[in-house]
């Protein structure tokens, strides 16, 4: 396996060089609709795609330490989908340490301190944020999967190239 700093340091530089540079922040605009989630479900795509290369797997375990992961997203009083990458530290099953928004404005995280206020005033308007995770990390216990909006799922099973199906519930005969 390849060690855990510098498949961080890979998968930071691609998203640096290769991302940032080729996002059409116009296409991050708000209020979204379903019709709208076409562009964050690309980007986060190519992100997952590139995370899964450079790691080797879409499955996580605490081995990998501290990662940074492509994660849909949701805001809590809108219900907006962003796409987004979320810092986790493997070893504390999963703990979250931050999250960098892709919105129409750029990359924003809530601790930048180069914001300026209308930013900072803009960023915090996306807390509080639930976030799902791309790629998988089946012993994140600071996920609720029941929380996921089923547009969330579409752009989750896009990205992992899975169809997500709901389990239990009634079946119409």
């Given amino acids: 396996m390849k060690d855990n700093i510098k498949m961080q340091e890979d998968f930071t530089e691609y998203l640096n060089r290769e991302v940032l540079s080729s996002v059409d922040w116009a296409k991050l605009k708000e209020p979204y609709t379903a019709h709208d989630y076409g562009y964050i479900k690309e980007l986060l795509k190519q992100m997952t795609d590139k995370f899964c290369e450079i790691y080797g797997t879409n499955e996580l375990h605490e081995d990998y330490e501290f990662v940074l992961v492509p994660a849909v997203i949701c805001v809590?009083?809108?219900?907006?989908?962003?796409?987004?990458?979320?810092?986790?530290?493997?070893?504390?099953?999963?703990?979250?340490?931050?999250?960098?928004?892709?919105?129409?404005?750029?990359?924003?995280?809530?601790?930048?301190?180069?914001?300026?206020?209308?930013?900072?005033?803009?960023?915090?308007?996306?807390?509080?944020?639930?976030?799902?995770?791309?790629?998988?990390?089946?012993?994140?216990?600071?996920?609720?999967?029941?929380?996921?909006?089923?547009?969330?799922?579409?752009?989750?099973?896009?990205?992992?190239?899975?169809?997500?199906?709901?389990?239990?519930?009634?079946?119409?005969?």
């Fill in 76 to 173: 809590c009083e809108s219900g907006n989908l962003y796409a987004g990458i979320v810092q986790l530290d493997l070893t504390s099953s999963g703990e979250h340490y931050g999250t960098d928004f892709f919105t129409r404005y750029g990359v924003m995280n809530i601790d930048d301190e180069q914001l300026t206020e209308k930013e900072l005033k803009y960023v915090r308007s996306l807390h509080p944020y639930d976030y799902f995770p791309t790629v998988q990390y089946p012993d994140d216990i600071h996920v609720d999967w029941n929380k996921c909006p089923k547009e969330a799922w579409d752009i989750i099973d896009y990205c992992r190239g899975d169809t997500h199906e709901q389990s239990g519930g009634l079946e119409l005969i």
